[in-house]
């Protein structure tokens, strides 16, 4: 492998460590706010107010409708279903 080559994997390298460390820093926050405002104050779950700072962190994204679905024939291709999770969060 070429020094050219080996800079170049450790670039991609280095960007995969910056997404990575990105998505560790929103699940932290996510949890945090969780679990301090539910758990320890003994709060009641808002799933609008989870589902605003699961959007804002990146942890979930709109799932658009793609093509017909029976399930969901009140939609139009390219409609918003709902949400779903984020890549960061997939299996």
Known sequence: ????????SYYQ??????????ANAALKNFARYI????C????VLDSGE??????KLGLVEPHIATNV???????EV????GY?????LQD
């Open 1 to 8: 492998m070429s020094s050219e080559e080996h800079l170049e």
């Open 13 to 22: 390298l280095e960007e995969q460590v910056q997404a990575l460390e990105a």
């Open 35 to 38: 679990i301090g405002r539910y």
């Open 40 to 43: 320890l104050r003994w709060g």
């Open 50 to 55: 989870i589902q605003k700072l699961a959007k």
């Open 69 to 75: 679905d029976p399930e969901h024939d009140d939609y």
């Open 78 to 81: 390219g409609d918003t279903i």
């Open 84 to 88: 779903r999770f984020a890549p960061i």
